[in-house]
């Protein structure tokens, strides 16, 4: 029996090590997925000259995009025109911070946000933005929707197969861990789906709201962070079920070894 205690041994380093790189990838997706949510750098607008657009009209742009009547049209025209960035809680433009209509164009810039609240998450989306006589917009309207709850549910699926984990540790099991790959790998899911419901409201909406020639638009490096938090969830997800299914054989192979 000792040779194959030897082995024995030595395949239990190996799950071990499967089982901390797991962990390290989760807790990274974690991490990465948690700052896509909190930072405004979704999507982002560049234009040419943002002082100078926001000089013609003064302080109304800030006005009528922190308005609580503002429509969809009105604070997108103001994202494109003002160096607009984009997050799935708030929307923030660039101003000028002393703007008034006898005042030259100032080059003293200052980023301004508005949050959004839980009803502005769940508005409706029209097929005309700004018209609310066109009628509502489901795909987009749904898209919306989906990409405000999918990232609480990749993380809540995350927290989860963690709690079963810690439980796995508590009953010197490694069984529980298919469990908690396979949250992991709805988790995965979940992230995948955000990030295209995302990508096709963008596109959906600029569509309906071409970019102006003089504004250039691209996602921004929360959206990057959630990209790369998907493959690490999934890549978690397979080293936790492959260490428990593995572990499992082996152990079932020592004990019938042990029997004969």
């Known amino acids: 029996l000792f040779p194959y205690s030897s082995k024995g041994a030595m ?3 190996r799950f071990a090590t499967a089982l901390v790189i797991a962990c390290v990838l989760s807790l990274i997706s974690t991490i990465y997925m948690a700052a896509s949510i909190g930072t405004d750098f ?28 503002a429509d969809e049209k009105t604070y997108t025209d103001a994202l494109f025109r003002c160096n607009g960035t984009v997050g799935l809680w708030r929307r923030c433009i660039t101003v000028p911070k002393n703007s008034h209509w006898y005042s030259p164009p100032e080059t003293d810039m200052t980023t301004n946000c508005i949050s959004l609240s839980l009803s502005d998450q769940f ?8 018209n609310h006589n066109s009628g509502t917009d489901l795909n987009r309207t749904y898209l919306w929707r989906l990409q405000f709850l999918l990232p609480f549910v990749s993380l809540g699926l995350m927290c989860f197969g963690a709690l079963i984990g810690l ?28 990030v295209g ?6 596109e959906l909406l600029h569509k309906k709201l071409p970019l102006p020639d003089d504004v250039r638009g ?33 152990f079932t192979l020592l004990k019938a070894y042990r029997v004969a």
């Open 11 to 13: 395949m239990d380093n």
């Open 42 to 69: 979704w999507y982002e607008y560049h234009t040419l000259s943002p002082a100078e657009n926001v000089s013609e009209a003064g302080r109304s742009i800030w006005e009528e995009f922190v308005s609580e009547e």
């Open 123 to 130: 508005m409706e989306k029209y097929i005309e933005p700004g």
């Open 167 to 194: 439980c796995a540790c508590a009953c010197r099991s490694l069984y529980p861990a298919i469990a908690t790959g396979v949250l992991h790998f709805l988790a995965g899911l979940c992230t995948l789906g955000l």
């Open 197 to 202: 419901c995302y990508v096709a409201g963008i």
């Open 218 to 250: 691209e996602f921004g490096w929360s959206f990057c962070l959630a990209c790369v938090s998907a493959p690490l969830q999934f890549m978690a997800a397979a080293l936790f079920i492959w260490a428990a299914r593995t572990n499992r054989k082996e």
